[in-house]
């Protein structure tokens, strides 16, 4: 009789937590503060969306039951008040969307967005601050923290207004905050070409990290909710006002659209993993494969342990993007509007401007000359690269040395040391490498692997870039 009461409770239990096992429903039940870091590391009109990106992150965080004192927010802040802006004030991340801009937290703002400040954030070390608000992940060791960094990249690295961030960097700090014993559980989503280089072959299992990432190691990561005018769109067009501009990026409206919508008590990582995954390589001509990394015993998280829960049910408060589609509804779900390649923004930009201005007119000519010269970099960073690879390794084999891709499981580079001084090397002699040039960082990298001494490097970058 004893043994059928026991069954009984433990059947109620398990049913009350809808499947779960109690190990993890009384683990979750436990779970101390949540915090978040929030990075959206570009600046500029033309990369609009990647604030769009991290304000509407705000949003669901904050409607989750995060605090503002948890929330740490990253971004230049040079949008939402910027001259181009149609909107002044507002931002949003889908064309039905409402302002995601209004109550965000402006911690680091500006200069103050960089590598340093980013760093010294997650390992609470308040000291090495530069400005901002000073506040920092305070995090305890029962704490789970969630990270969301939005931006361009490279192979092996991502960008910030100023400065780059390096894999090797990010993961010894990661690695850091683990070893201070200073959080349970984290999760770390980031967008950027790329982004897979940040973390395949590099972050070690052990550390409680789970992460995602927009694209694999050698790929690009795509703009969303883009327009150029006339209706160029797939589905639909962000208001005709914003042409030019992405309003988000599809792998981070992916996610978010996706949490809007959930339940976050009973969908777990894993569960969204494999939605965004599917909305995000869609249309690989226009899209990306999302990645996973680290310990992958946490993709069994419910989502409300790292992002909050609006309510227990799906009748949830409308959220910011109170237009997005459901999670039934397939068709409009795994589509949206034109995808731009991130790489590719600035041209966006560019081109719609030429487009809209009135022909023969001054603004017409400066758009013109401005979207030439952007043309003409881009080719000369590529003509330079080209040359380089030539002059190290021959006409024949120079490319195929520049181009080769490690096999997954193989960091980037063998030693960070010496990619970070070739690329000081290449941009003193080239010019600095922008969002498109950053690709060519695999290049440069493989000089590095292939055993290039700095005199040579210092040599043979002066001659490619001396024309």
């Not at 008040?81 to 995601?100: A, K």
């Not at 992940?137 to 969301?148: A, E, H, R, T, V």
């Not at 060519?440 to 490097?457: D, K, P, S």
Request: hydrophobic share 35%; with cysteine; glycine share 8%.
């Amino acid at each position: 009789m004893i043994r059928y009461v026991v069954f009984l409770v433990l059947l109620s239990i398990w049913a009350s937590v809808e499947g779960r096992s109690i190990n993890r429903f009384l683990t979750e039940e436990s779970t101390g503060t949540k915090w978040a870091v929030l990075v959206a590391g570009s600046n500029g009109w033309w990369n609009y969306r990647h604030q769009a990106d991290v304000c509407h992150a705000y949003q669901l965080l904050k409607k989750g039951g995060l605090k503002d004192e948890n929330i740490i927010v990253f971004m230049y802040d040079d949008i939402a008040n910027n001259s181009e802006n149609p909107r002044p004030g507002v931002l949003i991340n889908n064309p039905h969307g409402q302002d995601v801009y209004q109550g965000v937290p402006k911690d680091y703002v500006g200069e103050d967005v960089n590598a340093d400040n980013f760093f010294n954030v997650i390992l609470a070390n308040k000291s090495g601050i530069t400005r901002g608000s000073g506040k920092i992940l305070d995090s305890g060791p029962n704490d789970n923290i969630f990270i969301y960094y939005t931006d361009h990249g490279g192979p092996g690295i991502v960008s910030m207004p100023t400065g780059i961030v390096y894999a090797n960097d990010l993961i010894n700090v990661l690695e850091k905050k683990h070893a201070s014993g200073t959080y349970s559980k984290m999760v770390f989503y980031l967008e950027a070409c790329e982004s897979g280089s940040m973390f395949d072959g590099l972050l070690p299992e052990g550390l409680n990290i789970y992460v995602t990432t927009a694209s694999k190691p050698d790929e690009n990561s795509w703009g969303t909710y883009c327009g150029l005018g006339r209706g160029a769109c797939l589905v639909e067009c962000p208001p005709p006002e914003f042409d030019g501009v992405c309003l988000g990026d599809l792998y981070s409206v992916a996610w978010m659209e996706d949490s809007d919508v959930q339940d976050r008590q009973t969908s777990t990582l894993d569960n969204q993993y494999d939605r965004i995954a599917c909305r995000t390589a869609a249309n690989l001509t226009y899209g990306s494969h999302v990645m996973q990394y680290g310990d992958m015993e946490l993709s069994v998280d419910a989502l409300f342990q790292y992002m909050g829960s609006v309510s227990t049910s799906h009748s949830q408060a409308p959220s910011p993007m109170a237009a997005a589609p459901s999670p039934m509804d397939a068709a409009s779900f795994l589509t949206s509007s034109e995808n731009v390649n991130q790489r590719d923004t600035e041209l966006f930009y560019l081109t719609s401007k030429y487009q809209g201005a009135p022909e023969g007119t001054n603004e017409e000519f400066a758009a013109d000359r401005k979207l030439n010269e952007v043309v003409a970099q881009r080719s000369q960073v590529d003509n330079n690269v080209k040359r380089l690879g030539e002059l190290l390794f021959g006409v024949e084999k120079g490319n195929e040395v520049l181009q080769s891709v490690r096999p997954a499981g193989q960091p980037l580079v063998d030693d960070w040391d010496c990619l970070k001084s070739y690329v000081k090397t290449f941009e003193a002699h080239c010019g600095k490498l922008t969002a498109y040039g950053k690709k060519h960082v695999r290049g440069i990298a493989n000089i590095c692997n292939a055993g290039i001494e700095n005199e040579e490097m210092v040599d043979a970058t002066a001659q490619a870039c001396s024309g």
